[in-house]
């Protein structure tokens, strides 16, 4: 079982910028791949930004690519997202994902079914 604890959500000025923070209970969190997602009002639940177990690679949805970056700190127990340039369209509950992953500590996931645990999310408002 692995309990992750979001912190870092407010309520920034369009243009501003945000860093999330994840952390993650868990003796051997780099056996987990980790991600974020977010979910805004009446839309479904959209990955944002995937990193490999081993920090090595990352992934970032189009729609946030050149703003968003995500990174993890093995030592810490401890995932990221910096948010640069928000736009009101940002506004949602982002939350943290971890999934038990076997195999190369270089791929990335960016499906949520592949994530087992979830943060009890966030609250990022971007104002115009």
């Known amino acids: 079982q692995v309990q992750l604890v979001e912190s870092g959500g407010g309520l920034v000025q369009a243009g501003g910028s945000l860093r999330l923070s994840c952390a993650a209970s868990?003796?051997?969190?780099?056996?987990?791949?980790m991600a974020w997602f977010r979910q805004a009002p009446g839309k479904e639940r959209e990955f944002v930004a995937a990193v490999s177990r081993n920090g090595a690679n990352s992934k970032v949805a189009d729609s946030v690519k050149a703003r968003f970056a995500i990174s993890r700190d093995n030592a810490k127990n401890m995932v990221y997202l910096q948010m640069n340039i928000l736009n009101p369209e940002d506004t949602a509950v982002y939350y943290c994902?971890?999934?038990?992953?076997?195999?190369?500590?270089?791929?990335?996931?960016?499906?949520?079914?592949?994530?087992?645990?979830w943060g009890q999310g966030t609250q990022v408002t971007v104002s115009s």
């Open positions: 994902a971890a999934g038990l992953q076997d195999g190369s500590g270089y791929n990335t996931f960016p499906y949520a079914y592949q994530y087992a645990y």
């Open positions: 868990t003796r051997t969190f780099g056996n987990y791949a």
